[in-house]
């Protein structure tokens, strides 16, 4: 038996935990990537820049890479590594996320980046840090490098019919 | 649209009133079904709702095929703001006091 691998994309999904809590989340990402091989590697290149960017308290627990059009398939890798940004040492609660936006072509799609340090936003606003920004400008260069967007097409725009001559108002 | 029966059918009552019929047997298939129509003779009457009388065409709800995805480069990505965002502890956000209580 044969096992055609279905081409891309595939999915990268990152595993975190909250070592004080213990609660935890995935993030995921779709990867321009041909099969699980690669996927399996630009995941870990991904893993190391987003560590970067989680404090120390949290924790990316395990790797994967997936094609949901092979299910169950698909390499996991336990990676066990406290994010690396010290920062003032303050984080915010493993449910509040850096809502991120993904852009392109006339596409959008959100991104919640979980784990957010204490001194990179607030209520006010983001005010990354120039390590945190630094190595926040690194995996954006990695997502634009290696990650694509899995949209529906848009529908063509029909053209707008106007039945209603004029309105005149007595 | 008008309508012609192949057998003398309404009544002088009927004619100019609106009336409700089921139609069967057209061969314009779209044209079957429960019609709102105004009989001008016993055998001619006519209605306003539009009807395509293509035979090809079914009738039936508006069919939406599925579009395959498509995959899209990435250009930008903003950093927008601060969210919180359920996780965990079933379908329902716990209550205030609960979510709110400090934890680690």
Redesign the interface.
Known sequence: MTITLPGPPYKGTFQIRDTVSHAGWSESLWLNTPDFVVSRTVVQELAALRIALLPPRYRLDRTRASNPKLPRAGPTDELKRHGSYKGDGTTHRQNTTLRLRLQGGGYQTPYNLGGVPGDVADAAGTHPTEVWQAAFDLFVAALRKHCVMVCQPHRPREPRQDNIAAIVQG | MDITLTADTFVPEQIGRSLSVRISGAGAKTLNGTQVVVPVDTTHCYTNKPIAVRSEVRPGGRLNLP??????????????????????WGHSYRRARRRNRP??
């Not at chain 2, 579009?67 to 965990?88: N, S, Y």
Request: net charge positive; proline share 4%.
């Open positions: 579009r395959e995805p498509i995959m899209v480069t990435i250009e930008q990505v903003l950093a927008e703001k601060l969210a919180t965002r359920k996780r965990g934890r680690g």
